[in-house]
Nanobody, 125 residues
Framework: QVQLVESGGGLVQAGGSLSLSCAAS????????MGWFRQAPGKEREFVAAISGSGAGIYYTGSLKGRFTISRDNAKNTVYLQMNSLKPEDTAVYYC??????????????????WGQGTQVTVSS
């Protein structure tokens, strides 16, 4: 079992920044990959970024690369998502997820085994 708790969401003006955190517990954190997804109202859950257990492998959805940065601190059992130059279209509930199976299909939400409860990010224009 893995428990994931996100924090750091909120309301920000366009052009601003937010940093999300996801604290994990229950298994050896460095042994599994982590991903961030987001879901806007009326839309499907969308891949944002993923990072391997060691942190050596990092993947982004193309449209967000350069504005969003994923990182992890295995000593703190935490994965982060730094979001800069935010746009109103970034408004969504953001979820972190744990992939214990070692799948390379990091963009597929079905490959993830555990999910956090989500944190709301709202970007005003």
């Amino acid at each position: 079992q893995v428990q994931l708790v996100e924090s750091g969401g909120g309301l920000v003006q366009a052009g601003g920044s937010l940093s999300l955190s996801c604290a994990a517990s229950g298994r050896t954190f460095s042994s599994y990959a982590m991903g961030w997804f987001r879901q806007a109202p009326g839309k499907e859950r969308e891949f944002v970024a993923a990072i391997s257990g060691s942190g050596a492998g990092i993947y982004y959805t193309g449209s967000l690369k350069g504005r969003f940065t994923i990182s992890r601190d295995n000593a703190k059992n935490t994965v982060y998502l730094q979001m800069n130059s935010l746009k109103p279209e970034d408004t969504a509930v953001y979820y972190c997820a744990a992939d214990l199976g070692g799948s390379s299909r990091y963009r597929d939400p079905n490959e993830y085994d555990y999910w956090g409860q989500g944190t709301q990010v709202t970007v005003s224009s």
